[in-house]
């Protein structure tokens, strides 16, 4: 008989010939273990027979997956970029009727050097939480964080008289003190006295808290950050003169009126956004030119909305992220006054306000970071990038503060100032232990005892 004929030695093309040393090998059948066999129940598939309708065999494009409107916009481009970027350093450097001697090729040169460093980030650095408009933004955004960190690190190893100084070559008007501005000199409550407290600031504030509420994205932690910087100011009024308000203007003009109008538009805005219906379809799906404008403009909204639930008392790690948070985000209050006071700088310098708007930017993707670290710490197995730069940053406006305060402030923190934090201090630490050391200490107890007993018996 013929090899052909033989049945035990005829193989498939995907199938090799069984060899008889392996059969005597191998152990029965019965008892082997169940595997997972190759192939669909153990037949192999060719690969002109494979079902491409499977789920598994489907690959999401990137313009579906990452949900974009113009295409161009999300292709690769590092070359590019390059490219364009050494032609304009080129074009900068090289032009010598473009450049003047001295301080102006100093100053271009810190501009060239600051444009190249984002442009870097803007291509290299890891994506964030958010997409919208475009995440190469947000990586934008934490290039300037990192190298605002890095300006108040070296401001850090600097003294006050020489940081002023340097300020003067930023802003040739700056280096020159200011005179101190006290809000309490007429407390009396009148129409006239609030008509006049009213001013451009008020409107600062209620854009602020309407920042906060879209960061935080919860009311009562927004009330508890409202009343407590007000507190703050009450107990820091000794040493920056505008912190020194009448009551009414504590209470009633900054709480009740303008930082409630800025939190109840900010929660009404995050309300809208976790409501709405998000249909993204890409600028070539859309028809007609309102469409395509709507279509462009959404670009600018949520991709989606995550709705925050801090709940504090829910565990001793929910508690000790919230009152972390509000301690950062006080020190984020704080810190501008101190340094616009030390540096000289007036409250509507183009340095404070961007100083504001770039702590604003940083935190809406550094909160919604630490959220997911908490809320999810088996799948956010580390700190995100945005959260941990901000935390650093402002830690380092804290060192850079405390130092040069030293011989600024000669007034000694008052006696009821001091009992007050004490006692705030003590409710902080006090209420975990009840609530979550109490408890803890119990269980802990009582399964020593059970176990005890078990080995007794």
């Known amino acids: ?181 006290s809000y309490a000199e007429n407390c009396e409550l009148t129409v006239q006295n609030i008509w006049n407290a009213i001013d451009i600031f008020c409107l600062a504030h209620a854009l602020g808290w309407f920042g906060k509420a879209l960061i935080l994205r919860d009311y009562w932690f927004c009330w508890i950050l409202s009343v407590a910087f007000e507190f703050a100011e009450y107990s820091l009024q000794h040493q920056l003169a505008n912190f020194a308000e009448c009551w009414w203007d504590h209470w009633i003009l900054d709480v009740l009126v303008c930082n409630w109008l800025g939190t109840y538009l900010g929660m009404k805005t995050c309300q809208y956004f976790e409501v709405k219906h998000y249909t993204w379809r890409g600028f070539r799906q859309t028809r007609g030119i309102r469409s395509k404008t709507k279509r462009v403009i959404s670009q600018f909204s949520p991709h989606d909305w995550t709705t925050f639930k801090w709940e504090g008392t829910a565990s001793f790690g929910h508690y000790f992220t919230v009152v972390l948070l509000l301690a950062v985000f006080l020190a ?25 708007v770039g702590v604003f930017l ?50 000694p923190l008052p006696t009821r100032v001091r009992w007050a934090w004490a006692i705030g201090a003590s409710l902080l630490v006090l209420y975990p232990t009840v609530r979550f050391g109490l408890p803890a200490a119990r269980r802990y107890l009582r399964h020593h005892e059970r176990n005890a007993k078990q080995k007794n018996a």
């Open 332 to 356: 984020a209050e704080l810190n501008p006054f101190y340094l616009k006071a030390l540096l000289w700088m007036e409250p509507d310098h183009p340095f404070v306000i961007a100083r504001l």
């Open 1 to 181: 008989m013929s090899h052909a004929d033989d049945p035990t030695l005829s193989s498939s093309p995907l199938t090799s010939p069984v060899d008889e040393s392996d059969n005597q090998l191998s152990p029965p059948l019965d008892a082997q273990e169940p595997q997972n066999l190759p192939g669909l129940d153990g037949t192999p598939v060719r690969w002109f027979d494979a079902d491409r309708k499977e789920p598994y065999t489907q690959i999401t494009p990137f313009q579906e997956q990452n949900d974009t409107s113009v295409e161009f916009f999300y292709k690769p481009i590092t070359l590019t970029a390059l490219g364009v970027g050494m032609a304009v350093l080129a074009y900068v450097a090289m032009t010598q009727d473009v450049l003047k001697e001295g301080e102006e090729k100093k100053r271009v040169g810190v501009y060239a050097a600051i444009a190249s460093f984002l442009l870097f980030s803007m291509i290299q650095f890891r994506d964030g939480p958010f997409v919208r408009p475009h995440p190469a933004f947000w990586r934008v955004v934490l290039g300037i964080n990192l190298l605002y960190e890095l300006a108040m690190v070296f401001l850090l190893f600097q003294d006050v008289g020489s940081a002023r100084a340097m300020m003067k070559y930023l802003d040739p008007n700056l280096g020159k003190p200011l005179p101190e501005k």
């Open 362 to 411: 940083c935190a809406l993707p550094a909160v919604r970071e630490l959220y997911q670290y908490v809320n999810d710490p088996r799948k956010t197995v580390r700190m995100g990038q945005h959260v941990w730069l901000l935390l650093a940053t402002i830690g380092t406006e804290l060192l850079v503060i405390t130092k040069w305060s030293q011989g600024q402030f000669p007034e």
